[in-house]
T-cell receptor
């Protein structure tokens, strides 16, 4: 069974630009969650999508958004990038609430 | 807000030593999960503990969930270099709250 895949793996952007990250969940999983990981704050929850609907949202500004497609693939978008957005962005998939989450390898975003 | 505190933050030991890392909270969790993350990769789920007082063993790793379901520990016996990584505990139902992790270096 293929795991969670994320593209791209590495990305370098300039302040003020926007970026879109992609996540393909494990086949059969309908829930996709996104997390931001930084050395200072650790892993922080961004949002969760289930069957194309955002079900939960973390405490991040509106510059962070996401969506989920009918095949459960998900994208997250960050607009007007700031230096502090440099982080490892992780996607996790599961069957749904209460089920174990499985993480992808992450996208390393560097904002210069 | 449910918070998870992990200790120690960093641990450097020699191969063959035993160690224990801790995950504590003031909140009750219905379950806790332990992950290991290697540099440049996503966390990999090691175990989920659900019942207060539960003990689970995974080869040389022993996980325990506190009776009150507010804390958990991970004990590694005879650590090996392959155990090196960031150990994270996490709790929650639909959204996971993570501790900041214990970075373990086995040399």
């Amino acid at each position: 069974k293929a795991g969670v895949t994320q593209t791209p793996r590495y990305l370098i952007k300039t302040r003020g630009q926007q970026v879109t990250l992609s996540c393909s969940p494990i086949s059969g999983h309908r829930s996709v969650s996104w997390y931001q990981q930084t050395p200072g704050q650790g892993l922080q929850f961004l949002f969760e999508y289930f069957s194309e609907t955002q079900r939960n949202k973390g405490n991040f500004p509106g510059r962070f958004s996401g969506r989920q497609f009918s095949n459960s693939r998900s994208e997250m978008n960050v607009s007007t990038l700031e230096l502090g957005d440099s982080a490892l962005y992780l996607c996790a998939s599961s069957f749904g609430s209460g089920y174990e989450q499985y993480f992808g390898p992450g996208t390393r975003l560097t904002v210069t | 807000t449910q918070l998870l505190e992990q200790s120690p933050q960093f641990l450097s030991i020699q191969e063959g030593e035993n160690l224990t890392v801790y995950c504590n909270s003031s909140s009750v969790f219905s379950s806790l999960q332990w992950y290991r993350q290697e540099p440049g990769e996503g966390p990999v789920l090691l175990v989920t503990v659900v019942t207060g007082g539960e003990v689970k063993k995974l080869k040389r790793l022993t996980f325990q969930f506190g009776d009150a379901r507010k804390d958990s520990s991970l004990h590694i016996t005879a650590a090996q270099p392959g155990d090196t990584g960031l150990y994270l505990c996490a709790g929650g139902y639909s959204t996971l709250t993570f501790g900041k992790g214990t970075m373990l270096l086995v040399s």
